[in-house]
């Protein structure tokens, strides 16, 4: 098996179990937040592009958008269709990335996948912040804690997936 599509048409009990277990994770690390300089930061970023990595565009979307939705929705609902709409991209194009980009260079796809991610995030959420609270001002004074925010997420995900092996047992789970 030599893609994470494969995991879905293959397996799909798996594919829907995995992907629900990552979904629920990005919700509970919506939940709560670390203070920071700048607002708070929030550990969702990091499942979503971890998801992103491991499951195919579908998944990825699930986890990402619909994930960041519902945590918006249970928690903070004011920019749950920014959430999910940004996040949702983001996910997706990491995802195509990861499994379509330089073939069985898996690291270097995955890194240019996050850094798209990083710039739809940023962009994302920019321009949401602006649309949300009806003031540009706010989107310019959050800008760089946003930065900071996506990558943080973003480098975590490429640490736990290629430095601490998650890609690796990924990989062998999928084809059980």
């Known amino acids: 098996m030599s893609s994470a599509t494969d995991l ?6 798996k594919w829907l179990t995995v992907t629900a277990m990552l979904m629920a ?10 203070p920071v300089p700048g607002g ?3 550990l969702n970023d990091a499942v ?3 998801a992103a990595i491991l499951l195919d565009p579908l ?8 994930g960041a939705f519902l945590g918006d ?6 920019p749950m269709f920014v959430s999910l709409v940004t996040h949702g991209l983001q996910a997706v194009v990491v995802s195509l990335c990861a499994h379509k980009l330089f073939g069985e260079r898996r ?23 602006a649309y949300v609270y009806a003031t540009p001002e706010a989107a310019v004074l959050k800008f760089p804690f946003q930065v900071f ?9 490429m640490l736990l997936c290629f430095k601490a092996g998650l890609l690796s047992f990924w990989n062998k789970f999928s084809v059980r």
Do not use: D, E
């Open 8 to 13: 879905r048409k293959v397996r799909p009990v």
């Open 25 to 34: 994770l990005n919700i509970a690390m919506s939940s709560f937040s670390i």
């Open 40 to 42: 708070h930061l929030y």
């Open 48 to 50: 979503i592009c971890t």
């Open 59 to 66: 998944g990825a979307f699930i986890v990402g958008g619909v």
């Open 73 to 78: 929705f249970f928690f903070y609902p004011a």
């Open 107 to 129: 690291g270097r796809a995955a890194l240019v996948g996050v850094i798209l991610g990083v710039i739809i995030n940023v962009v994302g959420y920019s321009i949401g912040r």
């Open 149 to 157: 925010q996506a990558t943080f997420g973003a480098v975590v995900s």
